[in-house]
């Protein structure tokens, strides 16, 4: 047996009893994703970058809501929300609360890499502290170390008790990765079910569901009643709306943004993710144009050509179908009349569940090593890649409270226009080479 098969036996020996991803299977890479040192460099400027970010859409949020700066922001984001998801958005208890788990999704581009969106209840925490753990002790060394995932993770809940994980039906697939990860910690953290309501005034709760599947979640009211108990993240909608970006390359916020985060932040962000824009009837307009697009409104993007459909459709959030895989149009893979058709249903969809539109970045190609456990063979996979850089927020606030605990790569074949986890994909922990 060579040294790929016996890796890959090795690995795959590892995976727990339960399994990680419930019902779902992944190639096993017979080595680490090897990154570029200017690209890892930058991923760990990110994290703190990004939690200045979400402080700053925090108070703009709320400054919004006052009317005291652009009002017209928070009517924005509180877009086809109900009554009491406006109310806990606005609740003074998490008036200054912030994600402590912040995942952007990036992809690999030709020249450089791009943040398609942002994610602070993401999956994958577990699977990729397993897989940092399991390729050390393979031999390699990966971003994070063997214990940057289960430190992080702690270290966001020090000074409370118990950290309950209280994962949804909806979000049932991630429980064996959560269970795994909290047999690696001590004896304060468990895996909960939505009908859990033991804990103590001093105990943290994980949220590890949607606010949009609240009305199955049947300890709700009396979670977001309790103002002893820590929740995090916090129940706040409009910061996991990928509006959130179309407002980062808004030009009527750029001072704002510019106060905020630093002039080299700012430009830092907006280098790093694509010019993103909210679909809306009456779009804003800088001499009768949207900003970036020589149109007037959207209803004009639909008899774009082909070429000029490098762009990809999304519903921002609070909806079943703003996670994963679903929800996602690109443009120029689409027939015309079907472009036209979807860009109709999110124009008309904007007071309920507004959508974002981005300018396409394509994925570079690149290969990456797995092992065939039928043909016992190790084989190249040519693919394009999406990272998950994890990093954990604690309470302090400070740059250096955000901490990288890995980076999860997922390799989809190169034919594949939207990159996520799939049978075919490879997943891997990455290095630095």
């Known amino acids: 047996m060579d040294h790929a098969a016996r890796r890959a036996n090795f690995i795959r020996d590892q995976l727990p009893e339960e399994g990680l991803f419930a019902g779902h299977h992944w190639r096993i890479a017979t080595k680490p994703l090897m990154l570029p040192g200017k690209i890892a460099r930058e991923l760990e400027r990110l994290g703190p970058i990004l939690h200045k970010f979400y402080r700053a859409s925090n108070r703009l949020y709320h400054e919004s809501t006052a009317r005291k700066l652009h009002p017209w922001v928070s009517v924005l984001l509180d877009r086809g929300k109900p009554k009491e998801i406006i109310s806990l958005n606005r609740h003074s208890r998490f008036r200054n609360s912030l994600p402590n788990v912040i995942r952007p999704d990036i992809l690999l581009t030709e020249d450089s890499w791009t943040i398609t969106e942002l994610d602070n209840i993401p999956g994958g925490i577990g699977l990729t502290a397993w897989l940092n753990k399991t390729y050390s002790e393979a031999g390699f060394e990966v971003v994070g170390g063997p214990r940057g995932m289960p430190d992080g993770f702690t270290h966001i809940f020090?000074?409370?008790?118990?950290?309950?994980?209280?994962?949804?039906e909806e979000s049932s697939t991630y429980r064996p990765e959560m269970n795994w990860l909290c047999g690696l910690l001590d004896d304060r953290f468990a895996v909960r079910d939505s009908s859990?309501?033991?804990?103590?005034?001093?105990d943290t709760v994980y949220?590890?569901?949607?606010?949009?599947?609240?009305?199955?979640?049947?300890?709700?009211?009396?979670l977001f009643a309790n103002n002893r108990l820590k929740v995090t993240p916090p129940p706040k909608t409009f910061l996991e709306e990928k509006l959130l970006l179309a407002l980062l390359h808004d030009p009527r916020l750029k001072e704002y943004w510019e106060r905020e985060l630093g002039e080299d932040s700012f430009q830092f962000l907006l280098e790093h993710t694509p010019t993103t824009w909210a679909v809306e009837p009456d779009p804003e307009r800088v001499d009768?144009?949207?900003p970036g697009?020589?149109?007037?409104?959207?209803?004009?993007?639909?008899?774009?050509?082909?070429?000029?459909r490098q762009l990809v459709l999304k519903v921002s959030g609070f909806s079943e179908f703003a996670w994963g895989s679903r929800g996602i149009f690109v443009g120029h893979d689409l027939p015309k009349n079907e472009w036209s058709n979807v860009l109709q249903n999110a124009i008309e969809e904007f007071h309920s569940s507004p959508y974002v539109i981005q300018k396409f970045h394509k994925p570079r190609r690149l290969d990456i090593h797995w092992f065939n456990f039928e043909s016992e063979e190790e084989l190249a996979l040519d693919g394009r890649a999406r990272l998950c850089p994890y990093y954990f927020a604690q309470d302090s606030g400070t740059d250096h409270s955000t901490s990288l605990g890995g980076i999860l790569a997922t390799v989809c074949p190169a034919n594949k226009k939207v990159i996520h986890g799939m049978p075919e994909a490879v997943l891997a922990p990455c290095s630095v080479g």
């Open 293 to 308: 697009l020589d149109i007037a409104d959207w209803i004009e993007a639909g008899d774009f050509s082909q070429r000029r």
């Open 196 to 202: 859990f309501t033991g804990w103590f005034d001093s």
């Open 158 to 168: 020090e000074g409370r008790n118990n950290c309950h994980i209280i994962i949804s």
């Open 288 to 290: 009768g144009k949207i």
């Open 207 to 222: 949220r590890f569901f949607e606010m949009f599947d609240l009305d199955n979640i049947k300890c709700a009211t009396l």
